[in-house]
């Protein structure tokens, strides 16, 4: 289903909530257990609405469907309309100004400004002639660092391919980087971002990664002028190309405004852009809202959490683009439905009824829902009309029969949710392979990345489409998984422990590795996870198996992951919440 208006995105983590959001732990009422499946992942649902442009329409509840309005500022047709004329026009300008540039690293600071901004999607096809004109330029030696880092990380970025050999110049006939590079900070930030889009074997990067990331954490001793300290900073916290791109482009609007030598035309386009996705964003949300309410779920079970902002938090992460609209709301059905699952076998489900809906999903037909305690049928029919629907739309769009594919990959996770609750309930911990294996289905990538490939519906072949239905999943699929599996376990470790949930990577790790602290343990997890980004990477270079749009998915999942995830003082809930209002709720003025 070919999504030219729409969005789809999703994302799948562990059970856990908003601190407005609190988990309802009771397991009272006909059917309940005693939380048989205490698992370390959950999937999370997703919200939409369909209001007016400006709307303000938060959607916030908790155990008992707690939900809250905002109200609504509708704009007048004639504002739309002067807003969308002077856009075109701001637009138009940025596109001569792309063209008119003359020297190679105007063009590059250029485009890589327009796509830190959030709006490149405008100039997809510019930006590609202009980076395809750049292949063909001889690089010199006289080319210096800044310009040679940034080139490379703009071309790998947007799926060239380059080779790293480009920085052999900088090294002297010992075979390291140049001392004299020391003095140029801008050039080293720029080799910096460049490293992080290494692959397995490109051993120059690796090199470049450890040379600059040391010599850029003593430059902020220095005495550095204040707007270059401050991106330096910024990087070595998080690098470009591990940024989640709404975030970034709220962020990176905010600080380019402040720049000396910033472009008023890009400014003024990146603001009012902003402030246009946030309203679709606003009306996707009232319509995953209205859907859900009429599903009626929250009513009929007592245990059902509505965490819509939490959810479509993580579908903007995975395709922030706004031409993908419909696709986010559609997946953002599957995740709710999958939420009050996981539910089931988290917190609800006793272990025998359990065995039974697992039975029943093998089966997929109505005959087996018979089978099922009343609270589970519920749930059984609205995945079952929920898979049957989206599978028809994409047949009606695009003439392919998936639902066998989305069939399968809910298998796949409900037997990995069965095989979590067998070993909560037998008191035995996995290996830490085991685990990650098991957690990267059940943590709901690769249900997301299905979906998400059928429903985008680019580059679909009969080839790729029969990869789907093979294990081991492919490398693409299985990297951004591991990925948001660790930082899932890094993310909310403490949350799960006071849950009682021990079996988590970092208590796996520690046990099989003999570390000793947490803080060790920790950083070697990171590492793995950047194992697995050269994994991604090496499949943007690629491009062997499958289509660019679901490889930038996979790389928006992990990017999503770690900034979701990666908070310091503030818990997994308050960095949710924090993300959450100013994505959807307040404007850039």
């Excluded at 002077?86 to 003359?102: A, N, V």
């Amino acid at each position: 289903m070919a999504c030219t208006r729409s969005t789809i995105s999703l994302f799948s983590q562990r059970s856990s909530s908003l601190p407005w959001l609190t988990k309802h732990r009771s397991t009272a009422g006909a059917g309940a257990g005693a939380g048989a499946g205490a698992r370390i992942c959950s999937c999370m649902s997703l919200p939409t609405s369909s209001s007016p442009p400006n709307a303000m329409s938060l959607i916030a509840s908790a155990n008992n469907a707690l939900l809250q309005y905002i109200p609504q500022s509708v704009l007048i047709p004639s504002e739309v309309e002067e807003g969308t004329k002077m856009r075109e026009y701001l637009l138009e300008q940025t596109r001569k100004k792309l063209y008119r540039t003359t020297t190679a690293v105007e063009k590059l600071k250029l485009i890589d400004n327009i796509q830190r901004l959030g709006i490149s999607y405008y100039l997809e096809d510019d930006i590609s002639n202009v980076l395809q004109g750049n292949l063909s330029i001889c690089l010199g030696d006289n080319e210096d660092l800044f310009t040679t880092g940034l080139r490379f990380r703009l071309l790998r970025h947007n799926g060239f391919q380059i080779s790293p050999d480009i920085f052999q110049k900088f090294k002297d006939n010992n075979g390291k980087f140049k001392e004299s590079l020391l003095s140029d900070t801008l050039g080293l930030l720029s080799l910096y971002e460049a490293s992080y889009m290494g692959a397995k074997g490109e051993e120059i990067l690796e090199e470049a990664m450890e040379f600059t990331k040391t010599h850029l954490s003593q430059s902020l001793q220095a005495e550095l002028p204040p707007q270059l300290k401050v991106q330096v900073a910024q990087a070595l916290e998080l690098p470009t190309h591990l940024r989640m791109a709404r975030l970034e482009a709220r962020r990176f609007i905010e600080q380019y405004a402040t720049l000396n030598d910033r472009d008023s035309v890009l400014l003024e386009l990146a603001k009012m852009d902003y402030n246009k996705v946030q309203s679709q964003h606003q009306m996707e949300l009232n319509e995953i809202t209205r859907w859900w309410k009429q599903l009626g779920l929250v009513d009929k079970l007592s245990f059902a959490r509505d965490r819509f902002l939490e959810c479509f938090l993580w579908t903007v992460g995975l395709l922030p683009e706004p031409k993908y609209s419909i696709c986010r709301i559609e997946l953002a059905k599957t995740i709710a439905v999958l939420l009050l699952i996981d539910d089931i076998f988290d917190i609800y489900g006793k272990m025998d009824d359990l065995v039974l809906f697992t039975d029943a999903i093998k089966r997929w037909d109505l005959e087996a829902m018979e089978t099922l305690p009343e609270y589970m049928q519920i749930c059984y029919m609205a995945l079952y009309n929920l898979t049957n629907e989206i599978s028809y739309k994409v047949l009606k769009e695009n003439g392919w029969r998936v639902r066998p594919y989305l069939k399968s990959t809910w298998i796949d996770m409900i037997e990995g949710y069965m095989v979590e609750a067998k070993w909560f309930n037998g008191g035995r911990a996995p290996n830490l392979e085991e685990y990650i294996e098991n957690g990267v289905s059940t943590v709901g990538s690769y249900m997301a990345l299905v979906h998400l490939f059928f429903l985008i519906g680019e580059g679909v072949t009969e080839q790729n489409a029969k990869l789907l239905m093979k294990k081991p999943y492919p490398k693409l699929f299985s990297s951004a998984g591991r990925i948001l599996r660790l930082w899932d376990d890094l993310g909310t470790a403490k949350e799960e422990e006071e849950r009682g949930d021990l079996a988590s990577s970092i208590h796996l790790f520690m046990r099989e590795k003999n570390i000793t602290t947490e803080e060790e343990c920790r950083k070697r997890i990171l590492e793995d996870i950047y194992s697995y980004w050269k994994d991604l990477n090496g499949e943007l270079i690629s491009q062997k198996q499958m289509p660019l749009s679901i490889i930038k998915v996979a790389l928006n999942m992990a990017r999503a992951s770690q900034v979701v995830y990666k908070h310091e003082e503030d818990s997994y809930f308050s960095n949710v919440k924090n993300h959450v209002q100013a994505l959807f709720f307040t404007p850039l003025v």
